[in-house]
């Protein structure tokens, strides 16, 4: 709340700021303004060949958020990638006035936001960037009056799709602004070579997410460990206190702790995505990992809250060329389901349709991948 106040407040000023004249030193045939985090982004990539065929030979620019920074410098697409601190952007005023000064100096001949659920940080540098042509998709980025007032700032604003899908929507938004032919789900990620994971078979359990009450409990996640074949290493993966702490748990709750490979904050975001390309299957948190080993054709199980039911995951069926590498969704259905994370029962570490999971839930979906046999 005092953040989201706190944040407006900045808005105030950056938009009187935007009012004064700035000298333009920097300018772009395109720049696309892509502020969202790292689940998100994996996301989008898929539609960058798209991208790619419609920018060819053009100098672009991409805004990012600094986590994603590595990815999209690996494309081989971008001539300019921007990348800034989401949570200084919000909270460190010193640091925003730092941010806008330089997205004042940018023109382009077109600035595209290619967000469905369009965040204020976006519209903001939308509006900075001086441009006679500036495309979004028309949805609300917070309250009623600063989506009003943010969507005037665009030339052209794209309808927003009749779906829940957030993949749905990606295509719907590819296929009007950069190619009709577009269809989601043909670009694969692959690991990186400069990463060597171990040679051994092995599953990767991805214990993060963004938010604590996100993050099923450690207790279930070893015995959901236990069930797995002896002959699979395990690798963690996660960053933070928090995520240590769970591992520590997790290493001393299962039965072999001599099989555990702890990667908690000792992988780079390209570590994470070998580790996971080169993984059997990945069990999870609704994180970017399980978006990772989709993009990367891997198998997964997704441990799935309700608040966005249907958004992220599940993904439409026949996304991939083979619905395998569809995330595998495990949730306990209740009639509260697409809150928003505005979470209407007692919260008691981690929200109720979490709480509700058992590792005998996750176990059947990991047996499958194991065995996936009709009588399994």
């Known amino acids: 709340m005092l953040g989201g106040i706190r944040f407006r407040l900045f808005q105030l000023v950056g938009n009187a700021a935007l009012a004064f004249p700035h000298k333009h030193e920097r300018h772009y045939d395109t720049i696309i303004v892509r502020v969202d985090a790292l689940g998100d982004y994996i996301l989008w990539r898929d539609s960058l060949d798209a991208y790619r065929n419609k920018l060819e030979g053009k100098k672009t620019l991409l805004i990012c958020a600094d986590l994603v920074r590595p990815l999209a410098e690996a494309e081989n697409l971008f001539s300019d990638i921007w990348s800034f601190n989401r949570k200084k952007f919000e909270f460190n005023f010193t640091y925003f006035q730092e941010q806008l000064r330089f997205l004042r100096t940018l023109s382009a001949d077109c600035v595209i936001n290619p967000n469905w659920e369009r965040h204020r940080i976006g519209d903001i540098m939308v509006k900075a960037i001086r441009s006679s042509c500036k495309i979004g998709m028309e949805s609300k980025c917070c309250n009623y009056f600063e989506t009003r007032y943010y969507n005037r700032q665009y030339t052209t604003l ?90 520590s748990i997790i290493s001393k709750k299962v039965k072999n702790s001599q099989r555990i490979i702890n990667m908690v904050n000792k992988t780079s975001v390209k570590d994470l995505v ?72 007692p919260i008691q570490g981690r929200y109720e349709c979490l709480r509700r999971i058992s590792a005998e839930d996750v176990n059947k979906r990991v047996r499958n991948l194991l065995d996936p046999s009709p009588n399994n």
């Open 274 to 345: 070998s580790w996971i390309a080169n993984a059997t299957f990945v069990v999870g948190n609704d994180s970017a990992a399980v978006h990772i080993a989709a993009a990367t054709r891997v198998p997964s199980v997704c441990i799935l809250p309700g608040a966005h039911f249907m958004r992220f995951v599940p993904y439409p069926q026949g996304t991939l060329i083979n619905d395998n590498y569809l995330p595998h969704p495990v949730y306990s259905p209740m009639s509260c389901f697409g809150c928003g994370y505005h979470c209407i029962h």
């Open 158 to 247: 794209i309808p927003s799709p009749d779906t829940a899908s957030e993949i749905e929507a990606i295509q719907y938004f590819t296929q009007n602004v950069i190619s009709g032919s577009y269809h989601y789900g043909g670009r694969q990620m692959f690991a990186f070579d400069s990463v060597c994971p171990i040679a051994e078979p092995y599953v990767v359990f991805a214990i993060s997410a963004s938010d604590e009450r996100r993050i099923w409990g450690a207790e279930q996640f070893a015995e959901v460990i236990d069930t797995i074949p002896s002959s699979f290493k395990i690798v963690l993966s996660g960053a933070g206190n928090g995520d240590d702490e769970r591992a």
